[in-house]
C-alpha cells in the first residue's frame, strides 16, 4: 500500500484577498485573516494559493497526493542512494500508480491560483472573526465548564449510591480556541474539503 511518509509543504505570502468577501468586515484585519487561512489549510486537504510542495512516498498501488490540485513537476524513485528520474503511469481515480516499494519523490506545486469557493470565503470569515472576538471577550466571562465537586467528601463516609452534598463550580473552558474551527461554524461548511486521513 502506498503510504505519503512526508510533506513539504511551502508557506505563502499572501492569501486570496480580504476584498472578495461581501459586505463588511466588521473590523477584521489582515492579520486575523491570514491567521484564519493558516488554520484551516491545516484542516482541509484543497489549495488555492500556488505555493511548491514534495510528497515523499513509500510502498506500491495507488498513491493520490494528498494536498490538492497538485501538479508534478519532478518525480523520482530512491535507488543505489541517489534520488533517479522514473516514469509514473496516472491513475484512473486521479492520482498515480506505483509499481515498486519506492520510496518516491513527487515536487511540484500545489494550488493553483483559482478563487475560492464562496463557503470557504465564508469560512475564513467566520473564523476570523471569532479569533477577533474571542480576544476582546475578558476571561471571566468566556465559554465555560460547570464541575458539581462533592463538598468534603471524606467526612460524609460515601457509599455508592448515597448523595452527597455538592458546589457547582466554572473553569474556563481549556477548548475556547481549540475549537475555534467548530465553535465558528468554519468546519461545517469546509467538510467538502476535508478528507480524513490525509495528513
Known amino acids: 500500500m502506498a503510504t505519503t511518509v512526508r510533506i513539504e509543504e511551502a508557506a505563502v505570502e499572501t492569501y486570496p484577498e480580504a476584498a472578495t468577501f461581501e459586505g463588511p468586515l466588521s473590523g477584521v484585519g489582515e492579520k486575523l485573516l491570514r491567521t484564519a487561512w493558516e488554520r484551516i489549510e491545516s484542516y482541509i486537504t484543497q489549495r488555492w494559493t500556488s505555493r511548491a510542495c514534495t510528497f515523499v512516498v513509500k510502498g506500491s498501488g495507488d498513491w493520490e497526493p494528498p494536498r490538492h490540485p497538485f501538479t508534478a513537476t519532478t518525480i523520482e524513485i530512491w535507488a543505489d542512494d541517489v534520488w533517479e528520474p522514473v516514469t509514473v503511469p496516472v491513475s484512473p481515480l486521479g492520482g498515480f500508480i506505483l509499481r515498486d516499494e519506492g520510496p518516491y519523490r513527487f515536487v511540484g506545486t500545489v494550488g493553483d491560483g483559482s478563487t475560492p469557493p464562496r463557503a470557504v470565503m465564508e469560512a475564513v470569515f467566520r473564523l476570523a472573526e471569532y479569533f477577533g472576538a474571542a480576544h476582546s ?18 467526612d460524609y463516609g460515601v457509599i455508592p449510591g448515597n448523595l452527597v452534598p455538592t458546589t457547582e463550580r466554572e473553569f474556563a473552558n481549556p477548548t475556547f480556541l481549540a475549537r475555534a474551527l467548530q465553535n465558528s461554524g468554519a468546519a461545517d461548511l469546509l467538510r467538502p474539503y476535508r478528507r480524513l486521513g490525509a495528513s
Open 137 to 154: 471577550i475578558p476571561a471571566d466571562q468566556r465559554v465555560a465548564t460547570r464541575t458539581s465537586v462533592a463538598e468534603h467528601a471524606d
